[in-house]
């Protein structure tokens, strides 16, 4: 009986933290969507709501643009050097490579 009794009072001291922890709280990938296309959604009503909601709960998320690789870079920067020369060149390409683009 006091195996019991000490199991259940460690069920309910211990499974409100599961219930709350961040991972029982995230949102899904479809929970966060649903509530997106509801913010946008505001305004419209009846018929036009439901044909934006379902084109915008079918629409795929768009992809992360790749980053731009070093050749990319070399060719751009090549390209916004143009009319640069020397030193004044030089330290440009070097400014320009360094950024992120």
């Known amino acids: 009986m006091k195996k019991l009794l000490a199991a259940?009072?460690?069920v309910t001291i211990i499974a409100?933290?599961?219930l709350f922890s961040p991972v029982a709280?995230?949102?899904t990938a479809q929970q966060s969507k649903m509530?997106?296309?509801n913010k946008d959604?505001?305004?419209k009503k009846g018929d036009e709501r439901k044909a934006f909601m379902k084109d915008c709960l079918s629409n795929k998320p768009a992809?992360?643009?790749a980053p731009m690789t070093q050749q990319d870079k070399m060719k751009s920067c090549n390209k916004d050097a143009t009319g640069k020369k020397g030193d004044d060149r030089k330290a440009f390409m070097k400014e320009c490579?360094?950024?992120d683009k």
């Open 63 to 65: 992809a992360p643009a």
């Open 16 to 18: 409100p933290v599961f």
């Open 8 to 10: 259940i009072a460690a």
């Open 35 to 37: 509530t997106s296309c």
């Open 25 to 27: 709280m995230a949102q």
């Open 41 to 43: 959604a505001t305004g």
């Open 97 to 99: 490579l360094k950024k």
